[in-house]
Structures are given as C-alpha cells and as structure tokens.
C-alpha cells in the first residue's frame, strides 16, 4: 500500500527477504535433495500408486529412460479412444468421462442418462449465493473467485466434515456440476465492475450438456453451433485428469492426506492450478503468439519468424524469459497425445477464417522450436508441443475470453481432482510429509539491548 511503509524500509525488508531466503543450490545436490521432486534425468520422484490414470511419455529400460510416443489412459482406456468415439458420434463426451473417473467404469446408456439428469439438476446454485459471494466480491481474477466460492459451498452443505463414500461422492457431484455456473456468473460480473461492460445472466436450460451450458451462458444471444459446442466438449475431456503427480493434483491429495473437508481441498487445487507454470500456460502462449505478430512482418517467413524466437531464447524479446511457451513437458517428450488431438481439430475450424494464418504461425514456433533449442542452447533433447500450445487459439476461435482460459480448465479438471481425493481417502490412509534438510547454523541469542 502506498505510503505504508518508506523507502528506506522497503529497501530494507526486500534485502532481508532475498538474503533469509536464498539457499546455495550446491547444497542440494550435496544432500542428494530432489528439486521438484524431479530425478536428475527428469522424471518424477515416486510418490504414490494409482488406478486413475497413466501419463506415459517414457520407459526405463535397462536403467536407462527412452522415449515413447505420448500416451494419456483414463481408468486404462486410452484418450484417443474415448474422444474419437465419442466425436465421431456427435454426442457429448464430457459428462461420459466424469462418470468413468468417479465410478471407475464407463457407463450404460441408462446410468449415463441418469447420471446427467443429477449433474443437470445440481448445476443450480443455493439461494443468495450469487448475490453474496460473486455479487458483492467481484474479483479480477476468475480463478480466484472460483476457489473462494468453492470453499463457501462448505457453509451450505449439511455435512461438509462428514467423509464417507455418500457423502464424498454427493460433494464431489455439486461442484463438478456447480463451477460452469459459478466460473460464468464470476466472469459477468467481472466484466461490469472491472471492464464497464454489460452484465447479463441467462437461466439455466436443462436440456444443455456442460459444454452447451458454458457457451449459451456466455453468449449474449445464447446463440452457438454445434460445432463449436462439440470443440469445447473436446477441450473438457482432454483436460479432465492428467495422473497424480501434477501440481494441482498432487495439492489435492495433499491436503486429503491431512484429513480435512472436500471443499478446502477443492480450493487449494483451483489455487494451485492458477499459476502460470500449470494451468495458466496457455496464456502465455497467446501473448508470446501477439509478440510475434507484431514483430514479425511475414509470418509466412520462417527466417524472420526464427530470428525472433533467438530473439525470444536470448531473452531479448517478449516477455524476456527465454521460454517458448507451448513447447516441452515433464513426462512427454516426442509426442503429447492431447496436443496432437487438439490441433487436428483447431486446424479444421481455423481453415478459411481469420485465425488460419494464426494457426500456421503457432505450427511454425512448434516446428522451429527443437532446431532452436539445439542451435541457441545446445540442447539436443526431443521437446514436443504440450497442450496449451493450441488450446488458447482454440477458445480464441470460440470467442471465450483470457480471462476464463484457466477457470476452463478447473471446470474441466475438477472430476479427476475428485477421483484423486477418493483414492487418497481410501487407500493413502497417512498424512503426506516429505522431508526437508534444514542448513541453518545455530546462533547465540543476543539480548536486544545489545543488538
């Protein structure tokens, strides 16, 4: 706050934090201390055993890690399986995986009616829940309206500190069906107080899948294709689970472990999801994509386009980090399954409108990127277009706002973040504590007069 503190202080109080809170980073390789929990080969220090998902992009044989063609199994059915079906039939596909995470297997036709019919009618949110916690709080930021409101569910459930498989199973329902509203609810309102824009909130229709709900609530006509409805039901799937080890995930397990309520697991997932290295890469990429357009005069040039990303690696340009947002993960390395399904499906809807030349541009970045690495930092290492390389553009190309990039992508990972919690409730059964070394050196106490 200004005037709060001087300059001098300030001054003071920024050294002291940089000075009490920087460690020598040969200590941890001293202590053998696995930054990230990350092996020194990449990989994943092992914290757990699932049944929920398997993010493959490797093998390790003979001690030795090779990659493999990126595989993404939900409840061991394969992602590529389960959306080509369902797109190729042209039905909703969201709600389908919901129920396989939740109950573990996919559903009858029967049960998958009924399933919806109990997700459609708790999409509903309680009595003055808008008015007093999205009305009156408007927030900047979606993600954190989305983690407040999910941990304000708590004061309307009957028994929020109750964990049993009904109750547990009841919870997890309400918020997976409640966050679209809520995520939609929190963006109109931002919009009125933040960017003086209307504010309009349409009823909910009950013959709406999840995905057709966001879009008509979103639009102020209520007007949209199916085409668009069935991309953004494709974007829910992809983003629905993504194993245990992921940053959100892994937070929501944490915090299980402790044995608190649902709801505060929940939030502590959103929040963890909000940070630009997770949820929030797709992002960077849209704005690292309006830095190149705008420095690049021929986006068609792939000379001029890879003197820009020197440019962008030598963190000489966009944002001055050196990265190439959209590019690289810690588990996939030739392929991400999810990107590969994604931009096929970008690259239909781009053809012959106004973002084709951006989706070009963006296959340019993914296509130059490797040669880059190698040529600007030596890295001969395979690196491969992520997800959030072309999910951006896509809700770009469905004309949703940034500002809900991230919140979709809560809205779509909340069933496996509830899978999770079920299994951490059922089998962890002891509090998650990794260890820290401490290397502060013991000090006499000095008396404050003789400071």
Partial sequence: MKGYINEDAKSKLYEQFVNNNTIDPSLFEKYNVKRGLRNADGTGVMAGVTNICNVH?????????????????????????LVSNVYNEKRFGFEEIVYLLLLGNLPTQDELNRFNEILTELRELPDTFFEDMILKAPSPNIMNKLARSVLALYSYNDAPELITAENEMQIAMSIIAKLPTIMVDAFQVKKRYYDKESLFLHPLNKNESIAQSILSCLRQDREYSMDEAYLLDLMLMLHAEHGGGNNS???????????????????AAIGSLKG???????????????FIKENVHNWENENEVADYMRKILNKEAADKSGL????????????DPRAIILKEHAMKLARNTEYEAEFKLLETVERLTPELFAEQKGDIKTVCANVDMYSGLVYKMLNISSDLFTPLFAVSRMPGWC?????????????IRPAYKSVAKLREYVPINER
């Fill in 324 to 335: 190439i947002y959209g590019m690289g993960h810690a588990v996939y390395t030739i392929s």
């Fill in 249 to 267: 995930t892994f937070t929501c397990r944490v915090l299980t472990s402790s044995g608190t309520d649902a709801f505060s697991a929940y939030s």
């Fill in 419 to 431: 899978a999770h919690r079920f299994e951490e409730i059922v089998t962890g059964k002891r509090i």
């Fill in 276 to 290: 630009p290295k997770h949820g929030g890469a797709n992002i960077k990429v849209m704005e690292m994509l309006d």
């Fill in 57 to 81: 992009g490797y093998i390790v044989d003979d001690g030795e890690k090779r990659a493999i063609p990126g595989e993404l199994i939900y409840r061991g059915y394969h992602i590529n399986e």
